[in-house]
């Protein structure tokens, strides 16, 4: 089965500023999706970033960019010039492309970020 | 319109009563999901509808009663529920299930539910 850590219980950041969260995961598996979902204060989950494993190349949505490391099994987070509405919990989730499990998002317990202004 | 949407946003009800959970998506989604979050933690996967069909219960239990009315439509009917049972309810749709049509899944704000 499929696992994802995230090692940092909570982060805080300056505004204006980077900051990097982690996730690594296990999987046998040679291809696969990982996503990265903001949920802020007011609860609702918005997909921040999708990677798929077979690119190579790190996906990127305006300030949010994601250090993909697939032999690691590695996939970070990096949000660039934090703005106070990035304040929120970030999971990291991982989901099989197919098979009888791909419905399934498996999700890491959660990165709590604060910026500070 | 991109967004699935819940109703209510917040429910209290006591053990003896039956409520229901509504959530509705108009962007031709064929897989709906509900999920339990509990404060601080990740979502956990309660049912998966496929084609208006279920097609995954992760063993929950049977106070919950999901119904997939139609492919837009998706509720989740309450009845003898515990304390314990107060959480976030989340509800998701994604384009599939299966195959290259999987892609995200999109979520809803969520029903907040307490149990008396």
């Known amino acids: 089965a499929q696992t994802v850590t995230q090692s940092q219980p909570e982060m805080s950041v300056q505004e204006a500023e980077t900051v990097t969260l982690s996730c690594t995961y296990d999987?046998?598996?040679?291809?696969?999706?990982l996503f990265w979902y903001k949920q802020p204060p007011s609860r609702q989950m918005i997909l921040v970033i999708r990677?798929?494993?077979?690119?190579?190349q790190n996906a990127t949505e305006n300030r949010f960019s994601v250090n993909f490391q697939k032999a690691a099994k590695s996939f970070s987070l990096k949000i660039s010039d934090s703005q106070l509405g990035d304040a929120a919990m970030y999971f990291c989730?991982?989901?099989?492309?197919?098979?009888?499990?791909?419905?399934?998002?498996?999700f890491g317990k959660g990165t709590l970020l604060t910026v500070n202004p | 319109d991109t967004e699935v949407t819940q109703t209510p946003k917040h429910l209290v009800m006591g053990m003896t009563n039956k409520k229901s959970l509504k959530c509705e998506q108009h962007?031709?989604?064929?897989?709906m999901y509900w999920y339990k979050q509990k404060a601080k933690k990740p979502p956990e996967l309660m049912f998966v509808?496929?084609?208006?069909?279920?097609?995954i219960n992760e063993s929950v239990p049977s106070r919950f009663s999901p119904e997939c009315p139609n492919s837009s439509l998706l509720n989740l009917h309450l009845h003898a529920l515990q304390p314990e049972d107060s959480a976030l309810y989340l509800c998701?749709?994604?384009?599939?299930?299966?195959?290259?049509?999987?892609?995200?899944?999109?979520f809803g704000p969520g029903t907040r539910l307490t149990v008396l």
């Open positions: 998701a749709s994604s384009p599939g299930v299966t195959g290259q049509h999987v892609n995200e899944q999109f």
């Open positions: 999987t046998s598996e040679s291809d696969y999706y």
């Open positions: 990677q798929e494993a077979y690119k190579q």
């Open positions: 989730a991982y989901r099989s492309p197919s098979g009888g499990s791909n419905y399934k998002l498996t």
């Open positions: 962007m031709g989604h064929r897989a």
């Open positions: 509808y496929s084609y208006e069909k279920l097609s």
